[in-house]
Protein backbone atom coordinates (compact mmCIF):
# COMPACT_ATOMS: atom_id res chain seq x y z
CA UNK A 1 0.00 0.00 0.00
CA UNK A 2 1.23 3.58 -1.09
CA UNK A 3 0.19 6.98 -1.26
CA UNK A 4 0.55 9.34 -3.86
CA UNK A 5 -0.28 12.67 -4.53
CA UNK A 6 -1.14 13.52 -8.37
CA UNK A 7 -1.80 17.38 -10.00
CA UNK A 8 -5.19 16.40 -9.97
CA UNK A 9 -7.77 18.92 -11.75
CA UNK A 10 -8.34 21.18 -8.51
CA UNK A 11 -5.06 21.09 -6.80
CA UNK A 12 -3.23 18.00 -5.02
CA UNK A 13 -5.15 14.80 -5.08
CA UNK A 14 -4.35 11.79 -3.23
CA UNK A 15 -4.99 8.26 -4.05
CA UNK A 16 -3.89 5.23 -2.44
CA UNK A 17 -2.79 2.38 -4.17
CA UNK A 18 -3.25 -1.03 -3.10
CA UNK A 19 -0.86 -4.19 -5.00
CA UNK A 20 -1.48 -7.43 -4.52
CA UNK A 21 1.39 -9.67 -3.33
CA UNK A 22 0.70 -12.17 -6.28
CA UNK A 23 0.82 -11.35 -9.75
CA UNK A 24 -1.32 -8.18 -10.31
CA UNK A 25 -4.18 -8.85 -12.29
CA UNK A 26 -6.76 -6.21 -13.80
CA UNK A 27 -7.61 -2.71 -11.76
CA UNK A 28 -10.10 -1.03 -10.29
CA UNK A 29 -10.25 2.66 -9.13
CA UNK A 30 -12.66 2.89 -5.70
CA UNK A 31 -14.47 5.37 -4.30
CA UNK A 32 -16.05 5.39 -0.68
CA UNK A 33 -19.07 6.80 0.47
CA UNK A 34 -20.28 8.87 2.95
CA UNK A 35 -22.87 11.57 1.30
CA UNK A 36 -20.45 13.48 -0.56
CA UNK A 37 -19.66 14.95 2.62
CA UNK A 38 -18.21 12.38 4.95
CA UNK A 39 -16.08 9.37 4.54
CA UNK A 40 -12.43 9.04 4.31
CA UNK A 41 -9.95 6.67 2.82
CA UNK A 42 -9.30 5.20 6.47
CA UNK A 43 -12.40 3.73 6.63
CA UNK A 44 -13.75 -0.53 6.18
CA UNK A 45 -15.62 1.04 3.23
CA UNK A 46 -12.69 2.27 1.43
CA UNK A 47 -9.42 0.47 3.45
CA UNK A 48 -10.87 -2.53 4.01
CA UNK A 49 -12.58 -3.38 0.46
CA UNK A 50 -9.56 -2.28 -1.09
CA UNK A 51 -7.18 -4.65 0.81
CA UNK A 52 -9.67 -7.57 0.24
CA UNK A 53 -10.17 -6.77 -3.92
CA UNK A 54 -5.67 -6.70 -3.89
CA UNK A 55 -5.79 -10.24 -1.65
CA UNK A 56 -7.90 -11.19 -4.86
CA UNK A 57 -5.26 -10.37 -7.26
CA UNK A 58 -6.96 -7.29 -8.17
CA UNK A 59 -4.98 -3.65 -7.86
CA UNK A 60 -6.98 -0.86 -6.44
CA UNK A 61 -6.46 2.81 -6.34
CA UNK A 62 -8.19 4.60 -4.21
CA UNK A 63 -9.49 7.91 -4.23
CA UNK A 64 -9.55 10.77 -1.55
CA UNK A 65 -11.99 13.30 -3.30
CA UNK A 66 -12.33 16.71 -2.30
CA UNK A 67 -15.36 16.65 0.15
CA UNK A 68 -18.88 18.95 0.18
CA UNK A 69 -19.24 21.06 3.42
CA UNK A 70 -20.33 19.38 6.41
CA UNK A 71 -23.79 20.63 7.36
CA UNK A 72 -24.68 22.41 10.28
CA UNK A 73 -27.77 19.61 10.65
CA UNK A 74 -25.34 16.85 10.40
CA UNK A 75 -22.93 18.33 13.02
CA UNK A 76 -25.85 19.04 14.99
CA UNK A 77 -27.18 15.40 15.04
CA UNK A 78 -23.64 13.56 15.10
CA UNK A 79 -21.22 15.87 17.46
CA UNK A 80 -19.01 16.88 14.81
CA UNK A 81 -17.80 20.07 13.79
CA UNK A 82 -19.17 22.02 10.61
CA UNK A 83 -16.78 22.08 8.18
CA UNK A 84 -16.61 23.47 4.47
CA UNK A 85 -15.94 22.27 1.56
CA UNK A 86 -16.37 22.41 -2.71
CA UNK A 87 -19.23 21.57 -4.45
CA UNK A 88 -19.76 19.93 -7.94
CA UNK A 89 -17.69 19.32 -10.17
CA UNK A 90 -15.18 18.74 -7.93
CA UNK A 91 -15.22 15.76 -6.88
CA UNK A 92 -16.52 14.42 -9.84
CA UNK A 93 -13.40 16.00 -11.72
CA UNK A 94 -11.17 13.95 -9.29
CA UNK A 95 -12.26 10.71 -9.63
CA UNK A 96 -12.58 10.71 -13.57
CA UNK A 97 -8.63 12.06 -13.00
CA UNK A 98 -7.79 8.97 -10.68
CA UNK A 99 -9.19 6.97 -13.50
CA UNK A 100 -7.00 8.75 -15.84
CA UNK A 101 -3.76 8.14 -14.10
CA UNK A 102 -4.43 4.91 -13.24
CA UNK A 103 -5.01 3.73 -16.68
CA UNK A 104 -1.46 5.29 -17.39
CA UNK A 105 -0.02 3.97 -14.37
CA UNK A 106 1.41 0.63 -15.80
CA UNK A 107 0.11 -0.71 -12.31
CA UNK A 108 -2.42 -3.41 -13.60
CA UNK A 109 -1.78 -6.17 -15.58
CA UNK A 110 -5.60 -5.77 -17.41
CA UNK A 111 -8.05 -3.35 -17.66
CA UNK A 112 -9.27 -0.99 -15.51
CA UNK A 113 -12.59 -0.95 -13.53
CA UNK A 114 -13.83 1.82 -11.83
CA UNK A 115 -16.58 1.51 -8.55
CA UNK A 116 -17.86 3.10 -5.29
CA UNK A 117 -20.39 2.62 -2.52
CA UNK A 118 -23.12 4.99 -1.75
CA UNK A 119 -21.99 8.38 -2.82
CA UNK A 120 -19.33 7.09 -4.14
CA UNK A 121 -21.08 4.53 -6.78
CA UNK A 122 -22.76 8.19 -8.00
CA UNK A 123 -19.10 9.47 -8.45
CA UNK A 124 -17.77 6.65 -9.72
CA UNK A 125 -20.89 6.34 -12.32
CA UNK A 126 -20.93 9.62 -13.17
CA UNK A 127 -17.18 9.83 -14.11
CA UNK A 128 -17.41 6.50 -16.74
CA UNK A 129 -20.52 8.17 -18.03
CA UNK A 130 -18.03 11.33 -18.74
CA UNK A 131 -15.73 8.99 -20.15
CA UNK A 132 -18.53 6.90 -22.07
CA UNK A 133 -19.40 10.69 -24.10
CA UNK A 134 -15.83 11.57 -24.96
CA UNK A 135 -12.58 10.07 -26.26
CA UNK A 136 -12.47 7.66 -23.21
CA UNK A 137 -10.84 5.66 -21.77
CA UNK A 138 -13.90 3.81 -20.95
CA UNK A 139 -13.88 1.51 -17.73
CA UNK A 140 -13.89 -1.89 -18.78
CA UNK A 141 -16.89 -2.42 -15.83
CA UNK A 142 -18.44 -0.24 -13.48
CA UNK A 143 -18.56 -2.10 -9.88
CA UNK A 144 -21.79 -0.15 -7.83
CA UNK A 145 -22.56 -0.77 -4.13
CA UNK A 146 -25.89 0.33 -3.23
CA UNK A 147 -25.17 3.47 -5.23
CA UNK A 148 -27.38 6.66 -4.98
CA UNK A 149 -27.84 7.96 -8.37
CA UNK A 150 -31.04 10.15 -8.44
CA UNK A 151 -31.33 13.49 -5.88
CA UNK A 152 -35.35 12.82 -6.63
CA UNK A 153 -35.74 9.13 -6.22
CA UNK A 154 -38.64 7.54 -6.52
CA UNK A 155 -41.30 5.79 -3.87
CA UNK A 156 -40.20 2.10 -2.46
CA UNK A 157 -42.69 -0.49 -3.48
CA UNK A 158 -44.98 -2.20 -0.72
CA UNK A 159 -42.58 -5.28 0.57
CA UNK A 160 -39.94 -2.00 1.02
CA UNK A 161 -41.73 0.08 2.52
CA UNK A 162 -42.85 -2.64 4.66
CA UNK A 163 -39.54 -3.37 5.52
CA UNK A 164 -38.45 0.16 6.04
CA UNK A 165 -41.46 0.66 8.72
CA UNK A 166 -40.36 -2.67 10.16
CA UNK A 167 -37.03 -1.07 10.91
CA UNK A 168 -37.09 2.46 11.57
CA UNK A 169 -33.32 2.77 11.88
CA UNK A 170 -33.41 1.69 8.49
CA UNK A 171 -34.99 4.45 7.87
CA UNK A 172 -32.48 6.82 7.14
CA UNK A 173 -32.78 8.01 2.68
CA UNK A 174 -36.72 9.21 2.62
CA UNK A 175 -37.00 12.23 -0.59
CA UNK A 176 -36.11 14.99 1.87
CA UNK A 177 -33.07 13.37 2.81
CA UNK A 178 -31.65 12.58 0.03
CA UNK A 179 -32.24 15.85 -1.66
CA UNK A 180 -30.69 17.55 1.31
CA UNK A 181 -27.81 15.86 0.58
CA UNK A 182 -27.55 16.24 -2.88
CA UNK A 183 -27.90 20.02 -3.08
CA UNK A 184 -25.64 20.36 -0.15
CA UNK A 185 -23.03 18.29 -2.96
CA UNK A 186 -24.46 20.55 -5.32
CA UNK A 187 -24.64 24.27 -4.38
CA UNK A 188 -27.73 24.42 -5.92
CA UNK A 189 -31.25 23.06 -6.36
CA UNK A 190 -30.84 19.27 -7.62
CA UNK A 191 -33.40 20.59 -10.59
CA UNK A 192 -30.10 22.35 -12.05
CA UNK A 193 -27.90 19.51 -11.99
CA UNK A 194 -26.49 18.24 -15.13
CA UNK A 195 -26.72 14.32 -15.71
CA UNK A 196 -22.63 13.83 -14.48
CA UNK A 197 -24.20 14.61 -11.22
CA UNK A 198 -27.21 12.81 -10.89
CA UNK A 199 -26.60 9.84 -13.73
CA UNK A 200 -29.87 8.20 -12.73
CA UNK A 201 -31.11 10.90 -14.55
CA UNK A 202 -29.62 9.65 -18.11
CA UNK A 203 -31.85 8.41 -20.55
CA UNK A 204 -31.19 4.72 -22.38
CA UNK A 205 -29.11 6.95 -25.65
CA UNK A 206 -26.71 8.89 -23.08
CA UNK A 207 -26.11 5.91 -21.39
CA UNK A 208 -25.88 3.69 -25.05
CA UNK A 209 -21.54 3.73 -24.44
CA UNK A 210 -21.56 2.92 -20.47
CA UNK A 211 -19.62 0.03 -19.13
CA UNK A 212 -20.83 -3.42 -18.17
CA UNK A 213 -22.33 -2.95 -14.84
CA UNK A 214 -22.45 -5.16 -11.81
CA UNK A 215 -24.48 -3.83 -8.58
CA UNK A 216 -25.38 -5.17 -5.12
CA UNK A 217 -27.94 -3.31 -3.31
CA UNK A 218 -28.93 -3.65 0.35
CA UNK A 219 -32.60 -4.70 1.27
CA UNK A 220 -33.50 -2.83 3.13
CA UNK A 221 -32.78 0.28 2.31
CA UNK A 222 -34.31 3.07 0.33
CA UNK A 223 -31.66 3.83 -1.45
CA UNK A 224 -32.41 0.65 -3.54
CA UNK A 225 -35.35 2.22 -5.30
CA UNK A 226 -31.90 4.54 -7.12
CA UNK A 227 -30.08 1.47 -7.97
CA UNK A 228 -32.85 -0.32 -9.06
CA UNK A 229 -34.43 2.47 -11.52
CA UNK A 230 -30.68 2.86 -12.67
CA UNK A 231 -30.97 -0.77 -13.81
CA UNK A 232 -33.67 -0.78 -15.88
CA UNK A 233 -32.88 2.06 -17.34
CA UNK A 234 -29.13 0.34 -18.08
CA UNK A 235 -31.64 -2.63 -19.49
CA UNK A 236 -33.19 -0.67 -22.11
CA UNK A 237 -29.71 1.14 -23.64
CA UNK A 238 -28.62 -2.59 -23.68
CA UNK A 239 -26.48 -2.38 -20.93
CA UNK A 240 -24.70 -5.98 -19.53
CA UNK A 241 -26.01 -5.80 -16.19
CA UNK A 242 -25.79 -7.90 -13.15
CA UNK A 243 -27.42 -6.33 -10.49
CA UNK A 244 -28.78 -8.32 -6.93
CA UNK A 245 -29.92 -7.47 -4.22
CA UNK A 246 -27.81 -8.79 -0.78
CA UNK A 247 -30.34 -10.60 1.45
CA UNK A 248 -30.56 -9.30 5.20
CA UNK A 249 -28.70 -6.28 4.90
CA UNK A 250 -29.24 -2.14 6.16
CA UNK A 251 -27.09 0.32 3.72
CA UNK A 252 -23.35 0.54 3.64
CA UNK A 253 -22.71 -3.21 4.97
CA UNK A 254 -19.05 -3.29 3.23
CA UNK A 255 -18.65 -0.75 5.90
CA UNK A 256 -19.00 -3.25 8.33
CA UNK A 257 -16.33 -6.18 7.59
CA UNK A 258 -17.34 -8.48 10.07
CA UNK A 259 -20.31 -8.97 8.27
CA UNK A 260 -20.90 -12.41 5.92
CA UNK A 261 -22.57 -10.21 3.88
CA UNK A 262 -19.75 -7.86 3.15
CA UNK A 263 -17.47 -10.82 2.32
CA UNK A 264 -20.06 -12.25 -0.18
CA UNK A 265 -20.91 -9.03 -1.66
CA UNK A 266 -16.72 -8.69 -1.89
CA UNK A 267 -16.54 -12.52 -3.76
CA UNK A 268 -19.74 -11.23 -6.49
CA UNK A 269 -17.38 -8.14 -7.19
CA UNK A 270 -14.36 -10.03 -7.30
CA UNK A 271 -15.20 -11.99 -9.71
CA UNK A 272 -16.23 -9.97 -11.85
CA UNK A 273 -13.97 -7.58 -12.09
CA UNK A 274 -11.26 -10.69 -12.78
CA UNK A 275 -13.08 -11.40 -15.70
CA UNK A 276 -12.50 -8.70 -17.61
CA UNK A 277 -8.88 -9.61 -18.04
CA UNK A 278 -8.94 -11.70 -21.11
CA UNK A 279 -7.36 -14.95 -19.70
CA UNK A 280 -9.99 -15.10 -17.10
CA UNK A 281 -12.92 -14.45 -19.00
CA UNK A 282 -14.23 -18.22 -17.93
CA UNK A 283 -15.08 -17.26 -14.38
CA UNK A 284 -18.43 -16.83 -14.19
Not at 46 to 71: N, Q
Not at 175 to 199: K, S, T
Given at each position: ?30 V ?13 E ?23 P ?56 G ?9 GP ?14 V????D ?26 N ?6 E?A ?17 PA ?5 DE ?25 TE ?38
Amino acid sequence: MTDQVLDGPHGPLRVRVYTPTSPAGPGLVWVHGGGFAAGEIEMPEADWVARSFADRGIVVVSVDYALAPYPRSWAEASGAPERDGVHYPVASDEVEAAFRWAVESGLAHGPWSIGGASAGGNLAAGAALRLSHGAGPVPALAVLAYPTLHAVQGTPDAALRAALDADPAADTFGPEAVRGMYENYLGGPAELADVYAVPGTASPAQLSHFPATIMINDEVDELRVSGEAFGATLRDAGISLDISTEPGTRHGHLNQPELAAAAASIDRFARRILATSPENKEQP
